[in-house]
Every structure is written in structure tokens, then in C-alpha cells.
């Protein structure tokens, strides 16, 4: 037996036999992502088109409807920060902070912090998306 590094082997690692089906494999996908698209290039496009019924076809029913929205803490954020903790080795986020506040978290890269500021608010979000649903049902709804 021989000894390479700290460790006794057998025989030595086959390393160039690894590094061959790395590339080959590599080679492969990028081979397949590059010709992969061109099966559909003879495929026309058209564009979808709605089915509509004719007004006189179309039939009614009585329907009841219950519209439920969250009105928690959650949904007044204004803003959210998530950052990376040095300390607990995890990301953090946090909500109605300033975009100073979320600048001064950052890390180097791949941890930089990221800023989102809701504009509006979700709550008010929220509201305008359940009067628009109002706004679909008719009368007798």
C-alpha cells in the first residue's frame, strides 16, 4: 500500500476519470440547452383568443358570495428589510424599517440585504382588489 496525503489507499484516486465525465456532462447540457429550443421554431404562433357566449345564450343563477380580508399588523407594513446576520449565520427580516437602516445590514455578496417598500400598502392593496370584485358582480348577485 501507498500513502498519499495523510490516508493509505489502495490504489490512487481516479481523478482524471472524474474530471472527463465532468466535462462531458457540462458539455452535454450546454449542448442541449443550445439546440433544445430549435424543435419549436416551425411552430406558428397564434395569438388566444376568449370564447364569449352570445347575450341571449347566457343563464343566471342566484349566488352567494362571502369576501373575507386580513386586517392584521402585517398588512399596514410600509417597507421590509431582509439581511443577513453575521452573528446567527441566517437572514433576517424586518418591516417598517428605513432604507438606511436596511443599507447599513449590508454584507458582501452573495448576503447583500434587499429593500422592498410597499406602495401602497398591502391592506390598502387588498381593499382596491375586493371593490374591483364588487364592481363585477351584477345586480341580482
Same mark, same amino acid.
Given at each position: +500500500?501507498?500513502?498519499?496525503?495523510? /490516508? =493509505? ?5 481516479? #481523478? ?7 466535462? #462531458? ?20 404562433? /397564434?395569438?388566444a383568443? #376568449?370564447? &364569449? ?5 347566457? $343563464? !343566471? %343563477?342566484?349566488?352567494?358570495? +362571502?369576501?373575507? +380580508?386580513? /386586517? %392584521? ?5 410600509? %417597507? /421590509? $428589510? ?16 428605513? =432604507? @438606511?437602516? $436596511?443599507? !447599513?445590514?449590508?454584507?458582501? @455578496? ?7 417598500v =410597499?406602495?401602497?400598502?398591502?391592506? &390598502?392593496? #387588498?381593499? @382596491? *382588489? ?5 364592481s363585477?358582480?351584477? *345586480?341580482?348577485?
Amino acid at each position: +500500500m501507498k500513502k498519499y496525503g495523510y /490516508r =493509505y489507499f489502495a490504489r490512487p484516486p481516479k #481523478a482524471k476519470i472524474f474530471k472527463f465525465f465532468t466535462a #462531458a456532462n457540462a458539455f452535454l447540457l450546454i449542448l442541449q440547452m443550445s439546440f433544445g429550443g430549435l424543435l419549436f421554431l416551425g411552430l406558428p404562433l /397564434r395569438p388566444a383568443q #376568449a370564447v &364569449v357566449a352570445p347575450p341571449n345564450n347566457l $343563464c !343566471y %343563477s342566484d349566488l352567494d358570495v +362571502m369576501l373575507v +380580508m386580513d /386586517r %392584521s399588523g402585517s398588512m399596514a407594513d410600509t %417597507s /421590509r $428589510c431582509i439581511w443577513w446576520n453575521t452573528i446567527k449565520n441566517k437572514w433576517e427580516t424586518e418591516y417598517n424599517k428605513t =432604507y @438606511s437602516y $436596511c443599507l !447599513y445590514r449590508n454584507q458582501p @455578496s452573495p448576503h447583500q440585504s434587499k429593500f422592498t417598500v =410597499y406602495n401602497p400598502t398591502k391592506f &390598502v392593496s #387588498a381593499k @382596491s *382588489a375586493g371593490n374591483y370584485f364588487l364592481s363585477l358582480l351584477g *345586480a341580482q348577485d
